[in-house]
């Protein structure tokens, strides 16, 4: 019955509100007019009159089966939708012979896959033929990242179009529809409007079935931001732990410590927790994020991090968040240096590059008679008792060339240390007008 009320264009009188408001032209999509507008892609298909394989890429509630749907009828092709959560091969079968009975009979097939990433790597393959054959052109709809979730065969027969989370301008004018559907206006003031729309969060279909709850108030009720959030569930934030988006925010987070920026920091660190991400998680880069951007600059930054990691373990949730936002803006705001992680990248290298060269004699351990006659530990120089503290002798194996791995610019804390390293370097190289007393 469905299928009838579809063809017709006509929706059944208890279809939901955001079915009955869907565009009927590609002119009444909002949001995504970098696609379907003037010298948008899409629209240049429709105007050329034959459209291409597709995947439309983008959150929930920003259009793509609309868009589908409309590309069809636009171009007068027969549309054919399967979803990946309820078809397996069976059904893809199905939909490709029909799909070749009516290229037979003249009639072009735009065949519209919903959550594409769903199928595996094989059944993905098994589109291929009928794309390259054009028995189908294929639209696929996805919210994850095709990069990731599709062949690279079929993301080379297709182009990909990225739909926007809709802003508060498109939201606003479904609103407005919506009201002009229902031939009344919401029943809010004008901060709960404002309010719905961060409640939306980008999702068009959900701000519709927002919508429709309150349009089923009594009319002479009025609810403000407070009465708007007693009356609606407060939504769950678009956050997938195993997805994209938990590469995307810690990405964003370890980016905004690195430069500096405290309160952008904070916000993906809140987007995350708020999320449902595994604080201990969020600790362990914290941590990575101490040694690997702040190293020597702020010797501290590690140990804070660390008690952070060990205070949520102790506290829990949510008074253990706040050692971690606590880490998150020490790390932010400390002096950054990569002089420890470059150093030990090099370090690395050179050691594979060197094999198992032996330390030299004299910095042998030579517990032993024999050890001692082999020159193990002989002219050995214990740095602490030299007048300057420091010896100068090679520490480097015999048969190789001192290097310098660690080379501080002398950001915070490395300041000094870099002016002792040059101190030392004078001394090493033999030059009396360095020797002097290390500062304080």
Do not use: C
Request: hydrophobic share 40%; proline share 6%.
């Amino acid at each position: 019955m469905s299928d009838l009320f579809e063809a017709s264009g006509i929706h059944p009188p208890d279809a939901p509100l955001a079915d009955r408001l869907r565009p009927a032209t590609l002119d009444d999509v909002v949001g995504q007019d970098h696609l379907l507008g003037t010298g948008g892609p899409i629209r240049r298909m429709i105007e050329a009159g034959r459209l291409g394989s597709m995947i439309l890429w983008g959150p929930p509630g920003t259009g793509k089966t609309t868009i589908a749907r409309l590309l069809a009828q636009a171009a007068g092709y027969q549309f054919q939708q399967i979803s990946a959560v309820f078809s397996g091969v069976a059904d893809l079968k199905k939909a490709f012979e029909a799909a070749r009975m009516r290229r037979a009979a003249g009639q072009a097939t735009l065949l519209f896959v919903d959550e594409i990433h769903r199928f595996n790597r094989a059944q993905q393959d098994g589109f291929l033929p009928f794309v390259e054959e054009g028995v189908v052109t294929l639209v696929g709809a996805t919210t994850e990242n095709p990069s990731f979730e599709l062949n690279g065969a079929l993301l080379s027969r297709s182009q990909v179009f990225v739909l926007k989370r809709l802003d508060g301008a498109a939201l606003d004018q479904l609103l407005i529809r919506a009201e002009a559907h229902e031939d009344r206006t919401l029943p809010l003031t004008a901060e709960a409007r404002h309010a719905l729309l961060a409640l939306a969060d980008g999702d068009g279909r959900y701000l519709l079935t927002m919508s429709e709850v309150l349009f089923d108030l009594p009319p002479d009720v009025t609810l403000d931001v407070q009465g708007l959030a007693g009356t609606l569930q407060k939504r769950a934030p678009a956050y997938d732990k195993s997805r994209e988006e938990h590469y995307n925010l810690i990405s964003a987070l370890h980016k905004s410590v690195r430069g500096s920026d405290p309160d952008a920091a904070l916000y993906w660190l809140a987007r995350m927790l708020n999320g449902g991400e595994d604080p201990l998680y969020l600790a362990r880069r914290i941590v990575r994020m101490a040694v690997e951007d702040i190293g020597q600059a702020d010797p501290l930054s590690l140990l804070v991090a660390n008690a952070a990691k060990d205070t949520y373990d102790f506290l829990g949730s949510p008074e253990g968040e706040l050692a971690l936002a606590q880490a998150v803006v020490h790390l932010a705001t400390a002096p950054k240096s990569v002089g420890v992680y470059e150093a030990y990248k090099a370090a690395s290298k050179a050691a594979r590059e060197t094999g198992s060269l032996m330390p030299p004699a004299h910095i042998r351990n030579a517990p032993t008679r024999l050890m001692k006659s082999l020159g193990y530990g002989k002219g050995y120089q214990y740095d602490p008792d030299t007048p300057e503290g420091f010896s100068g002798a090679n520490f480097f194996p015999d048969g190789m060339d001192r290097r310098t791995f660690y080379a501080p610019k002398g950001e915070g804390h490395e300041a000094k240390v870099k002016e002792r390293l040059e101190r030392w370097a004078a001394l090493r190289a033999g030059s009396p007008s360095e020797k002097r007393n290390e500062p304080e």
